[in-house]
C-alpha cells in the first residue's frame, strides 16, 4: 500500500483489522476531531495499528503519512491466523515486535508528558 502526505492510514473509531509495517517514508499518530495534535512518529521499519488489532476496540488516534510515497505491508486478520497455524515461529517474531513497538510509544509518550512537567514546575515559573 502506498500513501502519499497527509493520506489518511487509520481513522478514529476504527476497529483495527489489520497491522501495518511501513516500509518507506513515516507515519504519525494523531488525536483530535476538529484540531488535530500529533502525539507519535512511526518510521520505517516500525509497526502500527497493533494495540486495536489485538484488543479489537476502537482506535483512539488517527494515523497519516508524513511524507509521499509511504510504504505500508499491510497484515489482515485472516493472514496473521493463518500464520499463527501454519508459521507460529513468524507470530512469535512479530508478537515480539509488537511488544517492542508499544514501548517505544509508552517510552516516547512517557518522555513528553516528563518534559512537559519539567516545563510547568520549572522554579520561578508562575
Known amino acids: 500500500m502506498i500513501f502519499d502526505k497527509g ?5 478514529i473509531g476504527d476497529v483495527g483489522e489489520a497491522l501495518y509495517f511501513v516500509i518507506n517514508g513515516e507515519a504519525a499518530l494523531f488525536i483530535g476531531e476538529q484540531t488535530e495534535s ?4 512511526i518510521h520505517a521499519g516500525e509497526l502500527m495499528g497493533e494495540m486495536s488489532f489485538f484488543d479489537r ?3 483512539s488516534v488517527r494515523a497519516r503519512a508524513m511524507k509521499n510515497n509511504t510504504q ?11 500464520l499463527r497455524v501454519e508459521h507460529p515461529y513468524i507470530t512469535v517474531n512479530l508478537l515480539e515486535h509488537a511488544i ?8 516516547q509518550a512517557s ?4 518534559s512537559l ?5 520549572m522554579p520561578g515559573r508562575k
Do not use: C, E, T, W
Request: hydrophobic share 40%.
Open 7 to 11: 493520506d489518511v492510514i487509520a481513522d
Open 38 to 41: 500529533q502525539v507519535g512518529l
Open 57 to 59: 476496540k476502537p482506535r
Open 72 to 82: 505500508l505491508l499491510k497484515l489482515s486478520r485472516a493472514m496473521y491466523k493463518r
Open 100 to 107: 517492542v513497538s508499544l514501548d517505544h510509544l509508552f517510552r
Open 111 to 114: 518522555n513528553d508528558l516528563s
Open 117 to 121: 512537567s519539567s516545563y510547568f514546575n
